[in-house]
Every structure is written in structure tokens, then in C-alpha cells.
């Protein structure tokens, strides 16, 4: 996708799990938690080792299927192989649970789990930041 494309994807964007956020500020995933709040988003952290605690005055759920509410976009903040694990958790979900967008970071490739997500309408978008999108 083009950076316009891109662009126009997170605009039908408000609410996002982040899956690999660090409570350690110089982390990238606590950059882009900060960023995408500054810029209007609503963010749930997603991290079982801080379940519980807070990241940016937001609760950390340990996993997708504990949140709220229902989001429009996964951003995740795992490796490759991990990224697929996440993608089955998000298939896992209820449909009317599933996000419409899952996002895998910046170096995070894995077109297994793209494909099998694509199967079941989800846009996927990988090895990009939304942060240098927006």
C-alpha cells in the first residue's frame, strides 16, 4: 500500500491493541503507544507479563480476547514467528470481536498468517510503523 493508502486505512481507525507493549519508555512499542494516543487513538496495551498494570494511564490486558471492548486494529509489536501467534489469537476471537486491520511492525513479516487473515477479510498490513504513516 501507498503512504496516502495507509494514511486513509488508519483514518477509519479509533481504537487499537497494541500486543508488545513495554512499560521501558526507550522501547519503540511505548514510543508508538505515546504517538498514536497524542494523535487521538485510543490504545490497549496487550502484554501477559504486566497484565494488570498500567502503560500511559491504560490498563495492560494479558491477551485480545480479555479487552473491553472491540477494537479496529491489532498493532503488533512481536517477531515474525510470535506475530503468528497473535494472528491466530485474533481468528480465535468471536467475528464480532475480530478487528478489521491487524498491523505487524517494522521488520514483522510473516505471509502465512497474512494469507489466512486475508481468508477471513482482515486487512493486514506488515514491515511498516504507523508512526512514520501519520
Not at 501477559?48 to 509489536?77: C, R
Not at 505487524?104 to 510503523?129: F, K, P, S, W, Y
Request: aromatic share 6%; with cysteine.
Amino acid at each position: 500500500m501507498t503512504k496516502p493508502e495507509l494514511q486513509n486505512l488508519l483514518s477509519t481507525v479509533k481504537t487499537i491493541a497494541l500486543v508488545g507493549a513495554s512499560l521501558k519508555t526507550h522501547r519503540p512499542s511505548f514510543e508508538v503507544m505515546h504517538f498514536l494516543q497524542n494523535k487521538g487513538f485510543k490504545v490497549y496495551p496487550v502484554n501477559p507479563a504486566l497484565a494488570g498494570q498500567s502503560i500511559l494511564n491504560e490498563k495492560v490486558y494479558a491477551s485480545l480476547k480479555e479487552l473491553p471492548v472491540n477494537v479496529d486494529m491489532i498493532d503488533i509489536f512481536r517477531n515474525s514467528e510470535a506475530a503468528g501467534e497473535t494472528c491466530i489469537e485474533v481468528l480465535a476471537l468471536p467475528k464480532e470481536k475480530q478487528p478489521r486491520i491487524v498491523w505487524m511492525q517494522m521488520g514483522v513479516i510473516n505471509e502465512d498468517a497474512a494469507r489466512l487473515l486475508r481468508e477471513h477479510n482482515v486487512t493486514v498490513i506488515m514491515n511498516e510503523c504507523p508512526k512514520q504513516v501519520l
